[in-house]
């Protein structure tokens, strides 16, 4: 799973992890240190900063497996876009009682995307 997969699951579980997790994850993926400056930072070998964040990635990863949280996010936003491309289209028609519908539709979609 590349970083960027990763980071977003932190996001979404992080706060489920232990405070040596978050710290370790945190100081690999946002401040880009190597294994060897996480450990001189913690106080920990290079060989605990790999085996943490290898059982912090797994948990992240398995916390995904089970919940499904960032791919139903994931579906949540791809239909509301597609909502309001479709109400968009609706927004210009003609008839007033469905472009004020379709006006509704576009501030309730809206709303989902925030």
Same mark, same amino acid.
């Given at each position: 799973m590349d970083s960027t997969e990763l980071i977003l %699951?932190? @996001?979404?579980? +992080? #706060? %489920?992890l232990t405070k040596r997790q978050r710290e370790c994850f945190e100081l690999r993926y946002d401040q @880009?240190?190597? %294994? +060897?400056e996480i450990g001189e930072e913690l106080g920990i070998s290079r060989q605990g900063v790999f085996d943490n964040l290898s059982r912090t990635e797994a948990l992240l990863i398995n916390m995904e497996e089970k919940t499904g949280c960032v791919r139903r996010d994931r579906q949540c936003r791809k #239909? #509301?876009?597609?909502?309001?491309?479709?109400?968009q289209v609706l927004a210009d028609y003609r008839d007033e009682t469905v472009s004020q %519908? #379709?006006?509704e539709i576009l501030t309730s979609a809206q709303e989902l995307k925030e």
């Open positions: %699951l932190y @996001d979404y579980y +992080g #706060a %489920l @880009d240190l190597s %294994l +060897g #239909a #509301a876009e597609q909502i309001v491309s479709a109400a %519908l #379709a006006r």
